[in-house]
């Protein structure tokens, strides 16, 4: 510390230091304190900071409630200490389709918004032409620290060309343009769940192939908007309500079966290692977890990895809960969240300070 007459002084760097560890909403209301301060949070290097700075905490965990007829969408966050904060989303009916770096992407009927809930900045994306003529199968938001970008892609079965043929559209943040691009990988696959899971600089989905294939992950490079096929071996239970999430920072993949003669499910954890080829045909798959913690509790298809514990929606005894076993310790949390659906999605989410009017974020990873 420097000592300027009788007044204190720290270094910008050192301010810039304790700035990035506090939360969105306090950096807003410093705007007002100084002009360089307002200015040095709108700097990409500073927004790159925090942003790494909130993923590296305990993330908040995102997902969204029903939607009862007398009241709006919303969606609410879970916080680390298990709170429930509700936010309303910008648009009454929509849903939600991506999260990545702070932004969620949310479908409307045929139209997309971005928006930072951090932050209640909100981008409404121009429609990508032809969408309500087709049947749209996928649909995905990811970002690429490759070409420092944010996509939404949708892949659709075109009504005008006959059956089989695939549209795919690609909406870029950074040229605010849609343009098609060449989806020769999805002959003979079907999507089953249709919101994709952004890791790593790409979108995954779910498929099966139309003559017995078998199930495979359908994987698009944001960078290189170009697909690549993933089989997933056959000893990998997938169903509608297994959901990709990420594990110690790899693909994972978790399903529920049925235990036989029961209505409880175990729920397995399968981790997807280093592919042997660039194709993506040869990827090791492990499983690392199987067990029944829930055996007496219906449970929904809402389900995810959080601080290292797999974590679902549940009802028991009338009420809603959500419940958490910890994958080393089996030992099994519970909290009444109140009345949500259990027709809902995870999404982790760390809030940022990226703007969806001038997203950069300078090479952090989604």
């Not at 409307?108 to 909100?122: G, K, M, Y």
């Not at 649909?139 to 490759?146: A, H, I, L």
């Not at 078998?214 to 993933?230: H, M, N």
Request: glycine content about 6%; hydrophobic content about 40%; some cysteine.
């Amino acid at each position: 510390m420097v000592m300027d007459g009788d007044v204190p002084y720290l270094p910008q760097e050192i301010f810039a230091n304790i700035l990035i560890r506090l939360p969105v909403k306090s950096l807003i209301r410093f705007q007002c304190v100084c002009k360089d301060w307002k200015n040095l949070f709108k700097t990409p290097s500073f927004i790159a900071e925090h942003a790494r700075h909130s993923t590296q905490q305990d993330s908040v965990l995102l997902f969204k409630s029903p939607r009862y007829k007398c009241k709006p969408a919303c969606l609410c966050l879970i916080n680390r200490d298990m709170q429930v904060l509700e936010y309303q989303t910008p648009s009454v009916h929509s849903c939600t389709i991506g999260s990545s770096n702070g932004l969620l992407c949310l479908l409307h009927v045929w139209s997309f918004i971005l928006w930072n809930p951090a932050t209640r900045e909100v981008f409404q994306v121009p429609k990508a032409p032809n969408i309500n003529r087709n049947v749209i199968f996928y649909v995905g938001f990811g970002f690429s620290p490759v070409v420092n970008d944010y996509k939404i892609v949708t892949i659709s079965l075109s009504r005008l060309y006959g059956d089989g043929v695939y549209l795919v559209h690609v909406f870029s943040v950074s040229t605010r343009s849609w343009k098609e691009v060449e989806g020769g990988k999805l002959k003979g696959i079907l999507a089953f769940v249709t919101r994709g899971f952004s890791f790593d600089g790409a979108i995954f989905w779910f498929g099966t192939g139309l003559k017995g294939q078998g199930r495979s992950l359908l994987s698009f490079d944001i960078a290189t908007e170009s697909f690549k096929l993933i089989p997933i071996p056959s000893s990998v239970h997938v169903t509608f309500e297994s959901r990709l999430t990420k594990y110690e920072n790899k693909l994972a993949l978790l399903s529920k079966t049925r235990v036989e003669s029961t209505k409880s499910f175990f729920i397995s954890l399968w981790v997807m290692g280093k592919c042997m080829d660039t194709s993506g045909e040869r990827c090791i798959w492990t499983k690392i977890y199987t067990s029944n913690p829930f055996p007496d509790m219906k449970l929904s298809s809402a389900l995810t990895i959080w601080r290292n514990e797999i974590v679902i929606v549940g009802v028991t005894e009338g009420k809603t809960v959500l419940v958490s076993c910890n994958l080393h310790t089996n030992e099994v949390k519970m909290w009444t969240i109140g009345n949500y659906s259990l027709e809902t999605f995870f999404w982790n989410y760390a809030e940022s300070l990226v703007s969806v009017g001038d997203i950069h974020i300078e090479a952090s990873s989604s």
